[in-house]
């Protein structure tokens, strides 16, 4: 006799709210509406006679046996998803779909430009929205959907498919006036002077693993929001200094008065990681822009001189 057969349809509703932990956001994910969603939940929650969720605040929580049946469920949907792309493969240039990249302000400034420029040539009509990042959410948004692809410095916790585009040396950064900025920049005084740093920079926890093995500790005097406001304020200023990545001090360097000089201690270059989400909607094309963003970045050696200084140094100096 024929075991049982649960409509697949119903295991595309279970992943979506498995992964979004969301009713709202499995139907928007899905293209129907939320008592749809709740209707198949109720369905299939009759079929393997167990609730699978259950509402912890604005969260639907899985319960033990989602948690087991899961992994079955998203494998088979991913599976069969790809075997489908396969006869009749992703059209790039037909697909009107919604991505959404989280970056950085300064990858926002240095990487969007070669990624759109990719994009568009091949996906005229694909939209793109870029999500400011927040590093501590995005284990989070890459779990349950909330951004398709990441570009980030940081170790994002989680099993997430990951490749590295660029590796990152960095150096210090002053004003050409400032009185470090010839001879020789040592430790010692590297620690003295008032330091400029950027919040939200995610290369900022590898910068203070290096200084504490090289046995010192670094306490800014200036934070600032934005990366586009450190060159202005370091060609206006002649004690401050800034350690920042080196190619995007040396494009700085070449319109802001500014001087590039090599850390006074060890540390290895920072990686600069694209991280793709892990849920199953629209596997082919996830894949084409995936690959599509990696070549853009790796192949570009970035926008950041757009942050440039000529009007600084046309302005009369009082």
């Not at 994002?156 to 050409?176: D, E, H, I, T």
């Not at 060609?235 to 700085?252: E, H």
């Amino acid at each position: 006799m024929p075991g049982p057969t649960v409509d697949l349809n119903l295991l595309r509703v279970f992943v979506a709210v498995y992964e979004s932990r969301s009713l709202t956001i499995a139907a928007r994910r899905l293209y129907v509406t939320q008592p749809a969603v709740s209707q198949a939940l109720a369905r299939l929650r009759r079929e393997l006679d167990d609730p699978l969720f259950e509402r912890d605040g604005r969260l639907m929580r899985p319960t033990p046996l989602a948690e087991s049946v899961f992994p079955g469920f998203r494998d088979a949907i991913e599976g069969i998803d790809r075997t489908i792309d396969a006869v009749h493969g992703f059209d790039p240039s037909s697909s009107r779909r919604l991505f959404r990249i989280a970056l950085s302000e300064l990858g926002e400034i240095g990487w969007l430009p070669a990624i759109l420029s990719a994009i568009r040539s091949r996906a005229p009509h694909m939209r793109l929205e870029v999500v400011p990042i927040q590093v501590d959410a995005l284990s989070d948004w890459l779990s349950r959907g909330t951004v398709d692809l990441a570009i980030t410095t940081a170790s994002v916790p989680g099993r997430f498919v990951r490749s590295q585009l660029k590796s990152q040396p960095y150096a210090v950064v002053m004003s050409a006036s400032h009185p470090l900025a010839e001879g020789t920049l040592d430790l010692d005084a590297y620690v003295s002077a008032a330091h400029a740093t950027v919040s939200g920079d995610s290369g900022a926890p590898m910068l203070a693993a290096a200084e504490r093995r090289a046995g010192i500790v670094v306490e800014p005097e200036v934070a600032l929001r934005h990366i586009t406001a450190l060159p202005p304020v370091l060609a206006a200023s002649r004690d401050l200094i800034a350690t920042a990545p080196d190619t995007i001090a040396q494009g700085w360097a070449s319109t802001w008065p500014l001087v590039v000089r090599p850390l006074p201690f060890e540390m290895p270059p920072v990686g600069v990681f694209l991280y793709r989400r892990s849920t199953t909607q629209h596997t082919a094309a996830l894949d084409w822009l995936y690959d599509t963003v990696a070549r853009a970045v790796a192949g570009s050696s970035g926008q950041f001189f757009v942050i440039h200084g000529d009007a600084f140094a046309e302005a009369p100096r009082s």
